[in-house]
């Protein structure tokens, strides 16, 4: 009898086919993030309300049950994507508050033109609009969104200026109301950002940043106390917070 043939031995696996498990797991890995800035897209552009579940898997190129593995809920989706855009940075914004060497009116600029740079001129500004519009429609969003940004933000920000007072720079001032007095410009720098800016004509356009100083030499001037200079815009010593490593990145 001729001899059986033997089984030709296994092959061993080529070597891209070793590296795939390694490229799944790192998309495994990017999905969260993806899935929320594609979130954060159409929050912003249809509200919270409007945006179903399935838009967001779409855009994000997964299927809603992959949505569902890492988000249980629309709801839950949002609240992940604030405290990945805005709260989950307080620690870090804290930091820099305990380490800044400048005056409290340098202070005082650093904050408001910092949260320009890293919040305002971002996408992640329009959550602001969409808890203001939706709150009634949604309150347990409103209450999430006063317990993780706006009690942390109103914290942060007498700090601000009990530094100021407690060094003799400011004078006394009623922290519970004075804090408003820097909050008030920029909600409605987001909300004019996100409302009226696209439909109105160049000449009646608000500069960013121009506004923020206007604002800065108005406030100021009511809170230094007698003999205070107040500080340039042109002189912020931004040099004097040490950079972040933990940075967050707006998805």
Known sequence: MPNAR????????????????QRRERRKEARP????????????????????????AARAGVSKGTLFLYFPSKEELFKALVRHTISG???????????????????VR??????????????????????????????????????????????????????????GEFRPLNMEYAVYSLIAPMIFLL?????????????QQIEPVSFIDSQLDLLLGGMLAPGSTPSPAAKVPRNTVPKSKSRIKTP
Not at 6 to 21: I, L, T, V
Not at 191 to 203: D, G, T
């Open 6 to 21: 033997s089984a030709p031995a296994s092959r061993p696996p080529a070597p891209h086919g070793a590296k795939a498990p």
């Open 33 to 56: 993030g993806e899935l929320l800035a594609a979130a954060l897209a159409l929050f912003v552009e249809k509200g919270f309300a409007a945006t179903r579940v399935e838009e967001v």
């Open 89 to 107: 940075r307080f620690t870090e914004w804290n930091e820099e508050l305990n380490h800044f060497t400048g005056s409290n009116a340098s202070l």
């Open 110 to 167: 650093y904050c408001m033109h910092s949260w320009w740079e890293r919040i305002g001129m971002t996408e992640a500004a329009g959550i602001s609009k969409l808890v203001m519009s939706e709150a009634g429609t949604f309150p347990q969003i409103a209450a999430f969104y006063q317990q993780e940004v706006i009690g942390p933000g109103h914290d942060l920000l007498k700090r601000v200026l009990q530094r100021g007072v407690d060094s």
């Open 191 to 203: 909300m004019w950002q996100h409302s009226l800016a696209p439909c109105c004509p160049a000449n």
